[in-house]
T-cell receptor, first 115, second 113 residues
């Protein structure tokens, strides 16, 4: 299996621009998670989906952030407009209900820099 | 709400020696899992070891083992025969709800050759 695939690996953009991060979960996994990692706040859960439906988006910081999962094999996290404080590593992870105990499989992350 | 605390921001160990990373947590659930994830410089989050709370026996995966003390809500990771490739950030994690994970702040482990 190819694992969780995220793109791009690095993104540099200017303040005010729209940013779209992409994720392809592991085939057969029905839960997908977006995490953000910063030095100050560590790993924070932004949103997670179960069977393509958003279950908990309480971690989404502002209305500038939105996430979609149009089908079981693709999800996007969009930031519009982006701000320098959004600079972080964004991880996508997936898991299967057939795997007990919340074992997550992570992608390699997207390093976002907003100038 | 579940909380996870890692009180050691940084640790270092001599190659081939043993090091223990600490983690304490709080949960109201009686049946749960605990995890240690490793994040090397490549950034990939990798599951190191998993412990089921209802099992009294401590989990072991090759050189990695845990000391799980349920009453004390403590879940430490022991790395034996440390290798240079063990250098990474280590995160303790606890599920909140069905599958959502709450992570500690992490411990940066340095291996001295």
């Amino acid at each position: 299996d190819a694992g969780v695939i995220q793109s791009p690996r690095h993104e540099v953009t200017e303040m005010g621009q729209e940013v779209t991060l992409r994720c392809k979960p592991i085939s057969g996994h029905n839960s997908l998670f977006w995490y953000r990692q910063t030095m100050m706040r560590g790993l924070e859960l932004l949103i997670y989906f179960n069977n393509n439906v958003p279950i908990d988006d309480s971690g989404m910081p502002e209305d500038r952030f939105s996430a979609k999962m149009p089908n079981a094999s693709f999800s996007t996290l969009k930031i519009q407009p982006s701000e320098p404080r959004d600079s972080a590593v964004y991880f996508c992870a997936s898991s299967s209900r057939r795997v007990r105990g919340g074992k997550l499989f992570f992608g390699s992350g997207t390093q976002l820099s907003v100038l | 709400a579940q909380t996870v605390t890692q009180s050691q921001p940084e640790m270092s160990v001599q190659e081939a020696e043993t090091v223990t990373l600490s983690c304490t947590y709080d949960t109201s659930e009686s049946d749960y899992y605990l995890f240690w994830y490793k994040q090397p410089p490549s950034r990939q989050m990798i599951l190191v070891i998993r412990q089921e709370a209802y099992k009294q026996q401590n989990a072991t995966e090759n050189r990695f083992s845990v000391n799980f003390q349920k009453a004390a809500k403590s879940f430490s990771l022991k790395i034996s025969d440390s290798q240079l490739g063990d250098a990474a950030m280590y995160f303790c994690a606890l599920p909140q709800g069905a599958q959502k994970l709450v992570f500690g702040q992490g411990t940066r482990l340095t291996i001295n050759p």
